[in-house]
């Protein structure tokens, strides 16, 4: 199938068009190298694909319709959208930029999609839309109504846009609800590389929270993997009953969401000692409030997950962390170097 991927410059990005690449797919991608972490890193990556049969990159901004529009001919059977701003914080400091790319942005991207004529899309949600949500694990039958971050907001908007179009164009939308994605070829503005980083100049790390959030910490080529999944996925579906569902004589609209993550919590605490583990020194930690974006428990239902995609995550925290630590403090060497 030829797919249409947005943001494969990205960490999740570029590993879902390496996967979908592996297995024969043909990907045309967008990207505008973004410079929120390492412009640079993002066109080793691009680069690496670009050495890749079947791949074709166009640097643009899907907040620009016009190249939105570009990226239809020829015509891709499935959009897979990544594109977008992420962090929690600076969402909140910034919440024109994230407006305009996570909501107008995916708005081109959508109504682009439906103009022509392709069937299914799949796009990258958040967790954090579950936020101030009561009662855990998150469900995506829950109703989602209170984000704390603008990030998350912007992310349940997009879910929001997604069932208009799948009700009224009965276009096959998929929300995927990451939760911690981190891995090898990572985002460097992740608190776990900060923490390895101070950890190994000898400098005292801030923990939020005071050490007691709790993640789900899903491995980068396992949500790349669940992204792959939903893409050829072609399966019928109806409207996931979030809040309750909608009125009987729109509920066959095929919107669904789905948590995706590993189903395991971890501590924050624990997630640092896997890290000054790999590191090879201890941390000299402070302890701090957590910000009022952040959510302290982030535990998700997983099950949706495991029984429409068939997603089983293959690696878990105590072999994941030491690997993107060493990533990470090799990527820091040669950047540095
Ligand atoms: N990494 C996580 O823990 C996580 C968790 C939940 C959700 N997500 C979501 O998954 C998706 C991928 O995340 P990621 O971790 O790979 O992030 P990333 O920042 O590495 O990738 C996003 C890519 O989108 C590009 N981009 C940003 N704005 C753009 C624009 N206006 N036009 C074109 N390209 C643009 C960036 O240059 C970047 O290459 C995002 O939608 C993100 O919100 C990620």
Redesign the pocket.
């Known amino acids: 199938m030829r797919m249409l991927v ?8 570029a590993k879902v068009a390496a996967e979908l690449l592996d297995r024969g797919h043909e990907v045309v991608a ?5 410079t ?2 390492s ?1 640079e890193l ?1 066109r080793q990556r691009a680069e690496r694909l670009r050495a890749r049969d079947g791949f074709r990159l166009v640097t ?4 620009d319709e016009t190249a939105v529009r570009s990226m239809f001919d020829p015509l891709p059977e499935v959009v897979v959208h ?5 962090g929690l914080r600076k969402s909140m400091d910034e919440p024109a930029v994230f407006i305009s ?2 909501v107008s ?1 995916f708005g081109n991207v959508i109504k682009a999609t439906v103009d022509a004529g392709v069937g299914s899309l799949v796009y ?5 839309v579950y936020g101030g949500t009561p009662g855990l694990p998150f469900e995506e039958h829950d109703a989602a109504a209170f984000p704390l971050s603008l ?1 998350g907001a912007t ?1 349940r908007c997009d879910e929001l846009l997604a069932f208009t179009y799948a009700h009224g164009a009965g276009l096959r939308c998929t929300g995927l609800r ?5 891995g090898t070829d990572g ?1 460097p503005d ?1 608190a776990m590389y900060t923490f390895a980083r101070l950890i190994s100049q000898g400098q005292p790390i801030r923990v939020h929270g005071h050490g007691q959030m709790v993640r789900d910490f899903l491995w980068g080529d396992d ?1 790349a993997h669940a992204v792959v999944l939903a893409a050829e996925d072609r399966s019928g579906f109806g409207t996931t009953p979030a809040a309750g569902g909608p009125r009987q004589e729109v509920s066959s609209a095929p919107w669904r969401v789905l948590n995706v993550a590993t189903g395991r919590q971890v501590g924050l605490m624990e997630m640092v000692r896997l890290v000054e583990t790999a590191v090879g020194r201890r941390a000299e930690l402070e302890m701090v409030d957590a910000l009022a974006a952040e959510v302290r428990e982030n535990r998700m239902d997983v099950s949706a997950l495991g029984t429409t995609l068939g997603f089983v995550p293959s690696v878990q925290v105590e072999e994941g962390i030491p690997q993107a630590v060493r990533w990470y403090l090799s990527y820091l060497g040669a950047a540095t170097s």
């Open positions: 947005t943001g494969a410059a990205g960490f999740i990005g967008i990207d505008n190298f973004d929120t972490y412009a993002k643009g901004d899907i907040r990544l594109a977008a701003q992420g790319a996570n942005g990258a949600s958040s967790g954090a990030y992310k990451f939760s911690t994605v981190y985002r992740m949500a």
